[in-house]
């Protein structure tokens, strides 16, 4: 089972703000769902696009 992450954690794993991570979901960059009325993200996707990240530039710096 995924681990699912708020966008807040997800935002300090990738190194941005809450609202890039956001974003990402919002253009179907990251998957994510509403658990409660808050958004979350799967980790292992959040973690996915941190390395594709880095080796592509993807993220502001």
């Not at 594709?52 to 993220?59: D, E």
């Amino acid at each position: 089972m995924s681990m699912l992450i708020s966008v807040a954690q997800a935002a300090e794993i990738l190194g941005t703000t809450p609202f890039h991570v956001t974003q990402l979901c919002r253009t179907g960059q990251l998957p994510s769902g509403d658990v409660d009325g808050v958004v979350v993200v799967p980790e292992p996707a959040v973690r996915e696009y941190a390395r594709r990240s880095a080796a592509g530039g993807l993220l502001p710096a």
